[in-house]
């Protein structure tokens, strides 16, 4: 069988076959590297890829997302300049960027942002008889999946575990993806699971609506305060009354924002034209998927903690958006000394 990544390498090679016969060297191609066809980032990246495509396809731009294995390959893939756009967990771009984390020693220093996306929001869920607080501290001592192994999903769940004291260590881990998740607690075979994702994750809809014993765990402040103090691109987020099936009380938890990721080297006006495209075709994005509906000139920055790409700066900066200092590019700066 193909694994993902050979997969998604070879579509690219297919798509450069087929922009090379075509013999019109102004075509500019972009692959969005997103994460399984299952979850959010697919359908997203490739909405964005059908819509840069069919504005811009007078000036030869082809866009399309394309399945990979989520937030760390897609970073790889943006180093080895396999995929033009990648889809990142905010913690991972910035661990990427500083070099921490699993980066440790191997900083992406090239790494910029053209926009936040959408929330991921953090879902902790854990079997009723389990729960003592309410909170996510009950998971200690528990049967509790993680996420794939080299997952986004695996590294938010360690850094939530770490920022609040614990550690792997005090968990029985599994390692597994959404919906074996909740297969799993529903045969009695695991005690929970994190699933981060935009809101509402269907594995959870599932959970809720097939009577699975289980509940989705609150964050308290002084959690979110400790987190952040390892891990600073967390934020509150309040799932609301009903979002989920027979859920009848909000849910105090917290999210990372999801950004687009480039490399610096990609061209200033392309990026620039793009993200114009993006931002002025935003109700069609909204009808790609329900948690689209965040992305917003207004909360372009929240959570990115990572550099904007120079022609994003451009264009944000163009709409009079306030960019913090950590995020102006240093390419801006030299050109202004210049």
């Not at 009903?242 to 924002?257: D, H, L, V, W």
Request: net charge negative.
């Amino acid at each position: 069988m193909m694994n993902k990544k050979g997969h998604f390498g070879m579509v690219l090679a297919t798509t450069a076959i087929l922009l090379s016969a075509c013999g019109n060297e102004d075509n500019h191609y972009y692959s969005i590297a997103t994460a399984s066809t299952g979850g959010t980032y697919y359908p997203i990246g490739v909405g964005m890829g059908n819509l840069w495509t069919e504005e811009l396809i007078d000036q030869g731009i082809r866009a399309t997302g394309q399945s990979s294995a989520g937030s760390v390959e897609n970073i790889d893939l943006l180093r080895k300049e396999e995929a033009q756009f990648g889809i990142l967990q905010g913690l991972i771009a910035d661990q990427a960027y500083r070099g921490t984390g699993i980066y440790e020693g191997s900083a992406y220093e090239d790494l910029r942002t053209v926009t936040m996306l959408w929330s991921n929001v953090e879902h902790f869920v854990l079997m009723n008889s389990k729960i003592e607080s309410g909170t996510i501290s009950d998971v200690e001592g528990t049967s509790f999946s993680i996420g794939p192994q080299a997952s986004g999903t695996e590294q938010s769940t360690r850094a939530l575990i770490n920022g609040i004291g614990l550690s792997v260590d005090d968990v029985s881990p599994d390692y597994l993806g959404y919906d074996d998740t909740i297969s799993s607690m529903r045969d009695g075979r695991l005690d929970g699971g994190s699933l981060p994702a935009g809101v509402p994750v269907t594995a959870i809809t599932d959970m809720y609506a097939s009577g699975v014993r289980a509940t989705v765990l609150d964050v308290t402040d002084e959690q979110l305060d400790s987190i952040n103090a390892l891990y600073p691109v967390f934020f509150r987020y309040e799932i609301d009354a009903g979002t989920y099936p027979r859920q009848e009380e909000p849910i105090y938890t917290i999210a990372q924002s999801n950004v687009l990721g480039v490399d610096k080297q990609q061209d200033a006006d392309q990026i620039y034209l793009l993200t114009k495209i993006l931002f002025e075709n935003l109700e069609t994005m909204y009808e790609v998927h329900n948690s689209a509906r965040e992305m917003t000139l207004e909360t372009a920055l929240v959570g990115v903690s990572v550099p904007l790409h120079l022609g994003a700066y451009h264009y944000f900066v163009e709409q009079g958006i306030d960019i913090p200092d950590e995020l102006v590019p240093p390419e801006a700066e030299e050109g202004e000394q210049g």
